[in-house]
């Protein structure tokens, strides 16, 4: 077995995730590595989740009874893991939502409902950049088609990076809002957030960094990285599905008006008008996700455990040997920086000319999961004329013997197609 510096107990870790043990196809071992796209769930989630519908299910917020005053606590204090894990200067930053399409399509239209000095209208600019996720441009671009305002990006260099030469050129007097992901989905790349910050501040703009690819993998401060709102979901790092969070600088979320109107966020109701409560509730209308957050709060004690710097060190490592195995496959080309330096855990490559739903397909065949597609960042493919990719993405229970079976696996596929 592949020995590398910096692993994880990976044969420990495995053990709490009981679908690392299924076999596929009858009798294929499954090597995941699609954990971009979502991660696998360990046991103390899921015991968590069952815990909470066993015992305690009720609406949080309202009830006076024994199981909705439970319920709100497990609830409140899943809020309060979370700050703690992005390092929030205050638990009433920490809003919930469904997935980090929710958080950024909820930081667009409160922008867009805005009085001054943060609306977004028909004088003014949003910025984002060409190898944001789909739910990083389209909810600017309806933004952009409401309001008037002019929509600008950054482009990309050829290696797979942001091109920030005409950084003053692009973020200027007139942006009001700077938008991108901290790690990218289909290229790996870790971009520059500090030197993109700096330009924004100098204009006053606000920041948004989507972190969906950052905080399952690495430590994520919010105070360190100084955006004013910061979204990730939780199913990408060991949590369940249905739950997403902004974090949202306190002065920001106490001046900006909510998206969603309802139940829970209000605070006075009349026929006439109507006031809001304190954030986060002002910005969680109607019964919230209330296991999924109890399912998150699992996930991050899960993460915690283990340790994020940790974590990040077992996943360079992993990138490292990827890369080298994989610059031993003919024909392959990696789409996006070929260093293990300053790029994460999800590597996108094609084949010659084998499309990569034919790869895909044949490495499923063998057991393997992989992605393959535009992976919701389609002008990231029309930018290096490619049709599609196919991804491998690794978390902390993937091993050296998952890249090797992946290399083989993408030798039979050359073969099978010739």
């Known amino acids: 077995m592949t020995q590398l510096p910096g692993l994880l107990d990976t044969e420990a870790i495995r053990k709490d995730f009981p679908v690392l043990d299924r076999l596929v196809h009858d009798d294929r ?24 519908y066993e015992r305690y299910n009720a609406n949080v917020h309202r009830g006076v009874h024994v199981l909705a005053e439970e319920a709100t606590a497990l609830y409140e204090g899943a809020r309060d893991k979370v700050a703690a894990f992005i390092n929030a200067p205050s638990r009433d930053e920490v809003i919930f939502t469904k997935n980090a399409s929710e958080s950024l399509n909820l930081v667009a239209n409160m922008l867009g409902w805005a009085d001054e000095p943060y609306r977004v209208d028909h004088e003014t600019e949003i910025v984002i950049t060409e190898m944001e996720h789909h739910s990083n441009i389209v909810p600017w671009q309806l933004l952009a088609q409401r309001t008037g305002a002019k929509l600008k990006w950054f482009g990309l260099t050829d290696d797979g990076r942001l091109d920030l030469s005409r950084i003053d050129e692009i973020i200027t007097e007139k942006t009001k809002i700077v938008s991108f992901v901290l790690v990218s989905n289909i290229l790996g790349t870790v971009n520059p957030v500090e030197a993109i910050v700096r330009r924004a501040q100098e204009v006053g703009a606000l920041v948004c960094v989507d972190a969906s690819q950052a905080a ?28 997403g969070v902004l974090w949202g600088r306190q002065e920001l979320l106490e001046d900006l008006p909510p998206f969603l109107g309802g139940g829970e966020m209000i605070e006075t109701v009349s026929m006439h008008s109507s006031t809001y409560a304190p954030a986060p509730h002002k910005f969680e209308a109607g019964t919230p996700p209330i296991a999924q957050a109890v399912g998150l709060g699992a996930a991050i004690d899960y993460l915690g455990s283990i340790g994020m710097d940790r974590i990040l060190a077992h996943e360079h490592a992993l990138t490292e040997y990827a890369v080298k195995r994989l610059a031993e496959v003919p024909d392959l080309r990696i789409i996006g920086p070929t260093t293990a330096e300053d790029r994460g855990a999800a590597i996108s490559f094609t084949l010659g000319d084998i499309h990569p739903h034919d790869v895909g397909q044949v490495l499923d065949e063998q057991g393997i ?34 890249i090797d079976a992946l290399v083989e696996g993408l030798e039979h596929v050359r073969n099978f197609f010739g």
């Not at 071992?29 to 909470?52: F, G, H, I």
């Not at 955006?227 to 249905?242: E, L, N, R, S």
Request: proline share 8%; glycine share 6%; with cysteine.
């Open 216 to 243: 399952p993998h690495m430590p994520l401060d919010v105070q360190a990285l100084q955006a004013d709102f910061v979204a990730f979901t939780g199913h990408k790092m060991c949590g369940p599905t249905g739950i």
């Open 369 to 402: 999961a992989v992605r393959v597609g535009h992976h919701c960042a389609r002008p990231v493919c029309l930018r290096y004329g490619i049709p599609a990719t196919t991804r491998a993405s690794f978390y902390l229970y993937s091993t050296p013997a998952e």
């Open 29 to 52: 071992k499954l090597v995941y590595l699609d954990n971009a796209a979502t991660s696998q769930k360990p046991r103390q989630v899921l015991d968590a989740l069952s815990e909470y």
